[in-house]
C-alpha cells in the first residue's frame, strides 16, 4: 500500500491542523495510508511548513525518499509592530526554520497561492528545488450553502473568523469594526467574531453597533456559523491563503475585504468586493474603509445573487478534491 509521512501532527482549529485533517481524509478515500513516523516505511514525507526534527528529515533524505515542503506565509508583522519579545522571538526562529528547510531539505516546495511564492522569493530568493503552487481546499459536501442557520432577518451579520485577532494581529478587527460603522449609516449592522482576541484588544475596540466574541468555535460549527451570516470580512492584513475565505465561499457567504495578500486569488468579483487597500498593508497603515463600506453595500443589497456566485467560485476552483489530486501528484510522480 502506499504510504505517505506528514509532519508535524499538528492538532486544534488553526489552517495548518485543518489542513492535514482534509488532506489525510482525502488520501484515505484513494487507498492511500498515512504515518506520522518519521523513521517508519513511507513513499513520500510531506512537510507541513516546518519542524525541528531537521536530523531525521536528513535521514529520510539519505534513503532517497522525496521530501515536499507546504509553505504558507512569512512572520513578518512583528518587524512592523511590537508584539512582544516572546512573539517576536518565535516569530523569526519559525523564518529561520522554514527558510532553513526550504534551502536544504526539500525536494519539492508548494505555495499555497501566487502571492506566497512571490513573497518567498523576494525575500529569500527562488528557490533550488521545483515549486508549484496549489490553493488550498474545501469538502464542499460539508461546507455547503445547505443545512441549518440562524441568519439574522432585523440587521446584517458581518462574521469575522480567524485563527487569532490577538495583540499585535489585532489591527484587521479595528478595521472591521470601522467598515461596519460606516454601513450602518444605511444598513443595520453586527459584528460577530470567532476567534482568539485577547481581552485587552476587546476593552479598547471602539464601536458603534454590538460586536460579539465568540472565541475559538469548533470546527463542525463553523459552516453552520458561515449560513447565519451575511458577508465575511477577512481580517488578516496580507492574507496568504486563509482557508476561512474559502470556507465562507463554500457556505455561499460573500466576503469583503481590502486588495492584500492572495485575497483577490480566491474571491472573484461577483462572489463578494474586494477594494485596494488604499495605503501601505506592509506599514499596517489604515486601509480606504469608505471604498470597501460603498462597495459592500451592494452586497448586501444583492444577497441572493452574491450568495450563488460564492458557492460558484468554490466548487469552480477550490474543492478538497483538486487540492488532494494536485498534491498526491507532486508528492508521487517522477
Not at 488520501?27 to 525541528?52: E, Q
Not at 450602518?184 to 470567532?194: G, L, R, T
Not at 450568495?307 to 478538497?320: D, P, Y
Request: proline share 5%; hydrophobic share 40%.
Amino acid at each position: 500500500m502506499t504510504r505517505i509521512c506528514i509532519t508535524p501532527f499538528v492538532q486544534g482549529t488553526g489552517g495548518m491542523a485543518s489542513f492535514r485533517l482534509k488532506f489525510e481524509q482525502g488520501l484515505k478515500t484513494r487507498g492511500i495510508d498515512v504515518t506520522y513516523d518519521l523513521d517508519s516505511n513511507f513513499d513520500a514525507l510531506l512537510v507541513i511548513a516546518g519542524t525541528r526534527f531537521l536530523p531525521a528529515l536528513q535521514r529520510v533524505r539519505r534513503r532517497g525518499i522525496r521530501v515536499v515542503q507546504r509553505l504558507d506565509g512569512i512572520n513578518w508583522v512583528q518587524r512592523v509592530r511590537w508584539s512582544g519579545m516572546k512573539y517576536t522571538l518565535r516569530a523569526e526562529y519559525g523564518n529561520f526554520m522554514l527558510s532553513l528547510i526550504r534551502k536544504r531539505f526539500a525536494d519539492r516546495v508548494i505555495y499555497q497561492s501566487q502571492f506566497i511564492r512571490k513573497w518567498w522569493e523576494d525575500w529569500y530568493g527562488v528557490a533550488d528545488a521545483p515549486a508549484s503552487v496549489i490553493v488550498n481546499g474545501v469538502d464542499l459536501d460539508t461546507y455547503t450553502p445547505e443545512g441549518a442557520h440562524e441568519r439574522p432577518t432585523d440587521t446584517f451579520r458581518m462574521l469575522l473568523l480567524e485563527g487569532s485577532l490577538a495583540r499585535g494581529l489585532n489591527s484587521g478587527l479595528f478595521h472591521a469594526v470601522s467598515v461596519a460603522e460606516k454601513l450602518s449609516a444605511k444598513y443595520p449592522m453586527e459584528v460577530v467574531v470567532a476567534g482568539t482576541v485577547d481581552e485587552a484588544t476587546q476593552r479598547t475596540l471602539p464601536s458603534k453597533v454590538p460586536v460579539k466574541f465568540l472565541g475559538t468555535v469548533p470546527r463542525e460549527n463553523i459552516p453552520q456559523l458561515a449560513r447565519s451570516s451575511h458577508l465575511m470580512y477577512c481580517a488578516e492584513v496580507n492574507p496568504p491563503c486563509p482557508n476561512s475565505v474559502i470556507e465562507a465561499l463554500a457556505c455561499g457567504l460573500p466576503v469583503i475585504g481590502f486588495d492584500s495578500g492572495a485575497l483577490k486569488e480566491l474571491v472573484s468579483d461577483d462572489a463578494g468586493c474586494i477594494v485596494p487597500y488604499g495605503a501601505n498593508p506592509w506599514k499596517l497603515e489604515t486601509p480606504d474603509v469608505n471604498a470597501l463600506a460603498s462597495s459592500a453595500g451592494e452586497v448586501l443589497e444583492k444577497q441572493d445573487q452574491f450568495q450563488v456566485a460564492a458557492r460558484r467560485r468554490a466548487e469552480s476552483a477550490l474543492g478538497l478534491d483538486a487540492m488532494v489530486e494536485a498534491y498526491i501528484k507532486v508528492l508521487l510522480d517522477d
